[in-house]
């Protein structure tokens, strides 16, 4: 039975190399490296996506546009599903004793994004229901594209033009290009070097206040997956609704996303958040300041069995003795921000949001 048209993201993970892999390794051990490495996949773009189908290879998921009101987070998503992948790939070959071809030609492999975003409906193909259209087989065929040969790079994610504008992005470093096909025509498509991301969080400092270093501790305990509790930490518009008496928007985005260096404002309360440090769905740092108040600020995501735990860590930046700093520190928080009230008309909004979807 399909369903109505709907509007959404069509998303491909496929990884490179996959052909010469299985032609040349033992059966034994070919396919159990390639299965781990499709599970691991799995697990980092779903339930936030939704699964179509395993095609081999590749996986297919997608996205309604309600789904994902929060463009960026769907690059956050591939950029995590793909430092996953490289941390993977790398214990395997570290742990690699076996001489055979299979275990020896995991470095072959690599990951590649394609990302689009247009109409499709809902149909039932054995049983499952899948995404279907003109804009489906359009995600497919962009698969097939010459990124590769015009930057030599092997593991990337592809945007359609149709994409990175209903994500509202347009991140530093973009590769664009013009992809031509047979009776779907020109599509112009912007690409990301994930190799320049993994080699990034590799070698980068980032800011991290610890559990130890801080002067307050707000922990919460989320019936949610982390990427889900991760947007509403960081999307302003719902942040506005579970944080009381604040109005948040998107201020300055020097590498064109929410990355580090990048700002955001309270109209209400006046403060200006700096972006410090950003892994997303594992941590983030900030300062928060506001003529001579100022804060640093880490809010740390560590998923649980039963959903998202949240460390949010507090220091009051001041020349003060700890004595007198940690009191203050205290009273901002509970006071000032009422973190704990507000964790918890997030924990309900964020419940609210997925009954009717669970319903569905």
């Known amino acids: 039975m399909e369903s109505p048209i709907q509007r959404g993201y069509l998303v491909l993970a496929d990884i490179s190399g996959y052909t010469s892999f299985i032609e040349e390794t033992e059966l034994d051990h070919g396919p159990k490296i390639l299965r781990e490495l499709i599970?691991?996949?799995?697990?980092?773009?779903?339930?936030?996506?939704?699964?179509a189908e395993v095609e081999g290879d590749a996986v297919f998921v997608y996205a309604p546009e309600t789904d994902l009101t929060r463009g960026e987070l769907l690059l956050e998503l591939i950029e995590e599903a793909?430092?996953?992948?490289?941390?993977?790939?790398?214990?395997?070959?570290?742990?690699?004793?076996?001489?055979?071809?299979?275990?020896?030609?995991?470095?072959g492999l690599d990951?590649?994004?394609?990302?689009?975003y247009g109409e499709y409906v809902l149909q039932?193909?054995?049983?499952?229901?899948?995404?279907?259209?003109?804009?489906?087989?359009?995600?497919?065929?962009?698969?097939?594209?010459?990124?590769?040969?015009?930057?030599?790079?092997?593991?990337?994610?592809?945007?359609?033009?149709?994409?990175?504008?209903?994500?509202?992005?347009?991140?530093?470093?973009?590769?664009?290009?013009?992809e031509s096909y047979e009776h779907l025509g020109d599509?112009?498509?912007?690409?990301?070097?994930?190799?320049?991301?993994?080699?990034?969080?590799?070698?980068?400092?980032?800011?991290?206040?610890?559990?130890?270093?801080?002067?307050v501790v707000v922990p919460h305990e989320f019936e949610a997956p982390p990427p889900v509790v991760w947007d509403w930490l960081q999307d302003p518009h719902k942040r506005t609704r579970w944080m009381e008496g604040s109005?948040?928007?998107?201020?300055?985005?020097?590498?064109?996303?929410?990355?580090?260096?990048?700002?955001?404002?309270?109209?209400?309360?006046?403060?200006?958040?700096?972006?410090?440090?950003?892994?997303?769905?594992?941590?983030?740092?900030?300062?928060?300041?506001?003529?001579?108040?100022r804060l640093k600020i880490t809010g740390r995501l560590e998923p649980t069995p039963a959903g998202t735990r949240v460390r949010w860590n507090?220091?009051?930046?001041?020349?003060?003795?700890?004595?007198?700093?940690?009191?203050l520190s205290r009273l901002i928080a509970t006071r000032l921000m009422e973190v704990k009230q507000g964790?918890?008309?997030?924990?309900?909004?964020?419940?609210?949001?997925?009954?009717?979807?669970?319903?569905?």
């Open 39 to 51: 599970l691991l996949i799995l697990q980092h773009l779903t339930p936030t996506l939704t699964l």
């Open 82 to 107: 793909y430092i996953a992948f490289r941390d993977l790939r790398r214990t395997m070959l570290h742990n690699a004793t076996c001489p055979c071809k299979g275990c020896q030609a995991i470095s």
């Open 343 to 360: 964790f918890e008309r997030m924990a309900h909004l964020i419940d609210e949001a997925a009954t009717p979807q669970a319903a569905g």
């Open 187 to 215: 599509v112009r498509t912007g690409s990301l070097n994930l190799d320049d991301r993994y080699r990034d969080l590799l070698e980068g400092r980032h800011e991290f206040l610890s559990e130890e270093d801080a002067d």
């Open 247 to 293: 109005s948040w928007e998107a201020g300055e985005r020097p590498y064109g996303r929410t990355s580090r260096a990048a700002e955001n404002h309270c109209t209400k309360s006046r403060f200006i958040e700096h972006i410090l440090a950003w892994r997303p769905f594992e941590y983030y740092t900030v300062r928060l300041s506001k003529g001579l108040l």
């Open 314 to 327: 507090l220091k009051l930046d001041a020349a003060l003795p700890g004595w007198m700093r940690r009191p």
């Open 124 to 178: 039932e193909v054995a049983g499952k229901r899948k995404p279907v259209g003109s804009c489906v087989n359009l995600a497919h065929r962009l698969l097939k594209n010459g990124v590769r040969d015009a930057t030599g790079w092997r593991g990337y994610a592809l945007f359609s033009e149709a994409s990175l504008q209903q994500m509202g992005i347009h991140p530093q470093g973009l590769h664009e290009s013009l």
């Open 111 to 116: 990951l590649k994004f394609v990302a689009h």
